[in-house]
């Protein structure tokens, strides 16, 4: 493999006691091989003077089947949202339209600075989005959703409990650990509302006897939260908690609504928060308690959940958007810039277990870099606070060039691995097919 320098940028390394350095970034072997040195050769030199160069962002909830739902789902709360549009057009996906929806999502992505993501795909069709991710060089852990259970369920994502687990651990062998462990698999059953207990606790011991995560939604919205304690008399994350869905390697998206007990429960369990902001935003759901989070040492990371409820999947957007929500509630000491863009980093890569190989500029460390420029009229001057340009002011298209595993994924913003071109009229196409088949347009 080709060495590569990058050269004359700030390295913003996410090191809590040496957090900026300047000098030149070597990669060999995809690893990170030298930091902060001059006077280094390598056989391809990236110039990146006026930039800051930075370890990839990690956003720990995604829907990269959903990316073809831009704006075909807007204006309705969660459950409407879900019943009248999201599953109809799930349920309307071949393995074409998903194949497009990721390639979509995975390029825009990579073009806004995300090298790697936790992501639930829809029932069928999973092993389009992983031969996606495989060629375009990006990180992933995807998941199959699981649903065996619900009543406004249309038939093609409802399934046999049996075979949802089957089907989930043909994928898991399948996929797990491949690409020199670029790719990752995990179970990610929906929600509670659409899984039955049976399911949910196989999920919860088949997850620790293999080895991997679990990925799901809980205490999004209100009258989710309702529901789950109908129909179980617990509260959501109590329910999850009792059937083994909580620890280290159970990442719950949102967290809204949550009692004191249901903090506590995350708090000694290490369970990781999944946070997206604009999507609870967009869908009404509430303002989860980041920051108490936060202080109460639970660990949260960044999301920005699927297209169909965002619309964007920029992480710029997430961490500014966390930011001012919590300096709403709390007052704008909340949440300082080094907080929101370490949790965009490195407290993504723990929160998949992966920070011995991502999320900082770090010897040895696999090469997931990206640089971004920071001299454009909206994030200029910025020679006193860089880490505040980039949290507050800059936007996607200020990333220059992005490194997956060492491998350059994007220069000077011309995707590498993914044909932008083709993706944008495949998509289109694809869309229009798919709205026509869940009978959402004509
Ligand atoms: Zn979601």
């Known amino acids: 493999m080709a060495s590569i320098l990058i050269k004359g940028g700030t390295l913003l390394t996410m090191d809590e006691h040496n957090p900026i350095v300047s000098g030149d970034l070597l990669i060999r072997d995809s690893r990170i091989s030298s930091i902060g040195q001059t006077g280094e050769t390598a056989d391809i030199n990236i110039d990146a003077a006026g930039c800051a160069v930075l370890p990839g962002f990690v956003q720990t909830h995604l829907h990269l089947c959903q990316t073809l739902f831009r704006g075909a789902a807007d204006d309705l709360p969660l459950l409407d949202w879900l019943k009248k549009r999201v599953w109809p057009m799930e349920a309307a996906h071949t393995a074409e339209s998903v194949r497009a929806s990721a390639r979509l999502g995975v390029a825009e992505l990579i073009k806004g600075g995300t090298t790697c993501a936790l992501t639930m795909e829809t029932v069928n069709h999973t092993g389009e989005v992983f031969k996606v991710v495989d060629e375009s060089g990006f990180r992933a852990i995807v998941g199959k959703c699981m649903m065996d259970k619900g009543d406004d369920v249309p038939r093609a994502l409802h399934e046999e409990t049996d075979n949802s687990i089957k089907e989930s651990l043909s994928l898991l062998e399948s996929w797990h650990g491949k690409a020199d462990g670029r790719i990752g698999y995990c179970f990610a059953p929906r929600f509670a509302l659409s899984c039955t207990h049976e399911l949910l606790s196989r999920v919860g011991q088949l997850a620790q006897e293999r080895g991997v995560m679990v990925h799901t939604h809980a205490s999004e919205n209100k009258d989710e939260c309702a529901w789950v304690e109908n129909a179980t008399g617990l509260r959501n994350v109590v329910y999850l908690d009792s059937l083994g869905l909580s620890g280290r390697h159970v990442m719950l998206a949102h967290c809204v609504h949550l009692d004191a007990a249901e903090f506590e429960i995350l708090r000694n369990t290490q369970t990781n928060v999944a946070h997206c902001p604009s999507s609870n935003l967009k869908l009404g759901s509430g ?33 500014r958007t966390m930011a001012l929500l919590q300096k709403v509630l709390h007052g704008p000491e909340a949440i300082p810039a080094h907080q929101s863009l370490r949790m965009a980093t490195y407290g993504g890569a723990k929160a998949l277990g992966l920070e ?31 880490i505040s340009a980039l949290v507050y002011s800059a936007q996607t298209s200020d990333v220059r060039s992005v490194l997956i595993d060492g491998e350059i994924v994007m220069k000077d913003r011309n995707l590498l691995t993914l044909d932008e071109g083709a993706i944008v009229s495949d998509a289109g196409r694809e869309s229009s097919a798919l709205l026509t088949r869940a009978g959402i347009k004509p």
Request: hydrophobic residues 40%; negative net charge.
């Open 287 to 319: 303002i989860a308690q980041i920051t108490r989070m936060l202080e109460e040492g639970i660990s949260v990371s960044l999301g920005a959940d699927g297209a169909a409820c965002n619309n964007r999947l920029d992480m710029f957007t997430e961490m």
């Open 356 to 386: 011995q190989q991502i999320g900082s500029l770090e010897i040895g460390k696999r090469a997931d870099v990206i640089i971004v420029k920071l001299d454009s009229l909206h994030s200029t001057p910025h020679a006193s606070e860089l």
